[in-house]
């Protein structure tokens, strides 16, 4: 017999949803400092254990983050982590850092939730603490509807630092803690259209241009980091432009303008150590952001950036340095009866929705599918995801409680069928 959904259990549990996406927001969980990533593990920890989930808080291991997670700052990273009932895994993933607040905000502040003509603002509340609200929200309809399904284990993990690479987050759920559920699905503003079945990669690199340092009024005197730089960064440019230009994936990509590799200069750049108006700058820097195609490694890409630039190293006769900062590599899985259980629950829920894409930007789906996962990301609109005024409409976290309740459900029947 399929278990079933109370209608009034489902109003009660997006109102929960609500409230918790509020709390959440409260809680200025901003990567990399992570000054208050204690005090979200702990809310999310009650929430879990008052749902009926074996709940652990796991602290990532003070080695571990100084080795893996450089970009970290001191302040501990913790895992939330629960579990409930037995079988194949159901996994649903969601972080809980942050970008920061930023200027711009007009209907409020940052990490002061409000609610106005049906949508909830505030900093995360589409990327993705709306996502971790709505899965919170369909544990709930399940508790409060006794419609655990038979056979399946439904998990949750909460994680920092998705923003800076994951590894202190997911990456130390998997290789560190040895969480390698069957099936998993990340909350993550993919829009309600259809979901993810993969992510472009990321390759971050800092590149430093030296030149020779001078007093203003005798320039003759030095050699201009900056100008060096500036050459050199748009001769990279051009040669890497021209280097991709050839090359497209054979996967579903959206936009299709993603469907190529892509780089961007300059996201952050200046003078090493600070420089001075009346000073000639004796070192330069500017970062790379590079995207790759799922059919593309990080080593690939890091050989073939590095290629080049000792190539112009060589061309303007300077001295060139590069550190890579994150990278992750691109995903792609078919999730088949993950994808189709899916479909059927949202369809459930008043909703049809499309075959898998692949995602533009990058996702912590990468740590689970390396293991055999079958992974999907589905969740809110994301146009305002790290923008101003970010929202999430009520209407969408309405329909993700609904759906992410019926998931366990539509898979647990789905899986009964296949044995």
Request: aromatic letters at 8%.
């Amino acid at each position: 017999m399929t278990a079933s959904l109370n209608p009034g259990a489902l109003e009660e549990a997006f109102g929960y949803s609500v409230d918790v996406l509020k709390r959440l927001i409260s809680i200025p969980t901003v990567a990399p400092q992570g000054d208050h990533y204690g005090e979200a593990a702990e809310l999310l920890a009650r929430e879990l254990e008052s749902l009926g989930f074996e709940t652990v808080v796991e602290r990532v291991p003070s080695e571990y983050q100084r080795e893996k997670c450089r970009h970290a700052s001191d302040n501990p990273r913790f895992i939330v982590y629960g579990r409930r009932g037995e079988g194949p895994a159901l996994h649903f993933n969601g972080h809980y850092d942050v970008v920061p607040g930023g200027p711009g905000w007009s209907v409020t502040e940052p990490f002061k939730p409000v609610v106005k003509d049906g949508k909830l603002y505030g900093r995360g509340a589409i990327d993705m603490k709306g996502g971790i609200a709505a899965a919170l929200g369909a544990f709930k309809a399940l508790h409060l509807s006794g419609a655990w399904p038979q056979g399946l284990r439904v998990e949750a993990a909460f994680v920092p630092d998705e923003e800076i690479g994951g590894e202190c987050g997911t990456g130390y759920l998997v290789n560190g803690m040895g969480v390698t559920p069957e099936y998993v699905v990340l909350p993550e503003p993919s829009g309600l259209e259809k979901p993810w079945h993969g992510h472009r990669g990321i390759l971050w690199m800092k590149v430093r241009v030296k030149g020779r340092t001078a007093h203003a009024s005798t320039p003759w005197h030095g050699r201009n980091a900056f100008l060096l730089a500036s050459a050199i960064a748009l001769d990279l440019q051009q040669a890497l432009a021209s280097m991709y230009a050839g090359r497209r994936s054979r996967h579903r990509i959206e936009p299709e303008e993603s469907a190529k590799p892509t780089v961007s200069l300059g996201g952050e750049a200046g003078v090493t150590g600070g420089g001075k108006t009346n000073q000639v700058p004796g070192e330069f820097y500017f970062t790379v952001d590079r995207r790759l195609i799922p059919e593309e490694t990080v080593s690939q890409a890091r050989d073939e950036l590095l290629g080049v630039l000792t190539w112009l190293s060589v061309k303007h006769g300077a001295e060139v340095e590069a550190e890579e900062v994150i990278s992750a590599e691109p995903a792609i899985n078919e999730p088949g009866e993950l994808y189709e259980a899916l479909r059927e629950a949202a369809s459930q829920s008043g909703r049809s929705i499309g075959e898998p894409v692949v995602c533009p930007g990058g996702l912590d789906m990468w740590y689970y599918t390396v293991k055999g996962s079958k992974a999907l990301a589905y969740g809110p609109r994301g146009e305002l995801a790290h923008a101003p005024d970010e929202h999430i409409d009520l209407g969408e976290l309405r329909f993700l409680v609904e759906t992410f309740a019926r998931l366990p459900i539509t898979l647990a029947v789905a899986l009964q069928r296949r044995t």
